[in-house]
Every structure is written in structure tokens, then in C-alpha cells.
């Protein structure tokens, strides 16, 4: 799924709601909101792919939970087990960044 290009006057552009979140090959970003303007709340990506945009409220005192090695965040977040998920970056490898 896509979610973009939505807004809202305070908190939670793309996504805001009750409960967990669960996402899955989807991408959340291009959203405004006064606070927050991609994703407000619990959110889980055990099944990986997905890109998230900056202003996510989504950091582990906040929700973001099982954070799959293939998600890209635009952000760095500390996840509860002190893993880091984080942007793309040069990070020496093979490929270009």
C-alpha cells in the first residue's frame, strides 16, 4: 500500500489511529500534519519492506514495534531490544547510497 499526499491539522498525516498498525511492503511518507505527519501510533513491521518517511512518531517509548532489517526509515529509531533502524546511509558496503 501507498499512503501520501494526505494531511491533517494536528497530529498523524498518513496514518493515526487506536490499536496496532501492522504494514507490510507499503510505503508512508509525503503526508503533513502539524506533529507527526507520517504515522501516530503502534505500529508493527515484522513482515519488512517498507519505506517510512520522516516525522514518524513511531520510536520504541512511542510504538514502533519488530522492525524488520528491510524496512527503510527515513530517520534513525532505538527500537525496545536497543536494535537501531535507521535511514539509508554510506556505510561502506558495495552498493551506492
Keep these: 500500500s501507498t499512503v501520501s499526499g494526505n494531511s491533517a491539522g494536528n497530529i498523524g498525516g498518513g496514518i ?4 496496532t498498525i501492522s504494514l ?3 510505503i508512508v511518507l509525503g503526508n503533513s500534519a502539524a ?3 507520517e504515522i501516530i501510533g503502534t505500529v508493527d513491521t515484522t513482515g519488512g519492506g517498507n519505506i517510512v518517511g520522516e516525522g514518524t512518531d513511531t520510536d520504541a517509548s512511542d510504538g514502533m514495534i519488530n522492525a524488520s532489517a528491510e524496512d527503510v526509515f527515513a530517520q534513525t529509531y532505538e527500537l ?3 536494535t537501531l533502524a535507521g535511514g ?3 556505510n561502506g558496503g558495495p552498493v551506492e547510497t
Design 80 to 82: 525496545a531490544d536497543g
Design 88 to 90: 539509508l546511509a554510506d
Design 16 to 19: 493515526s489511529g487506536p490499536g
Design 24 to 26: 507490510t511492503n507499503s
Design 35 to 37: 506533529s507527526d505527519a
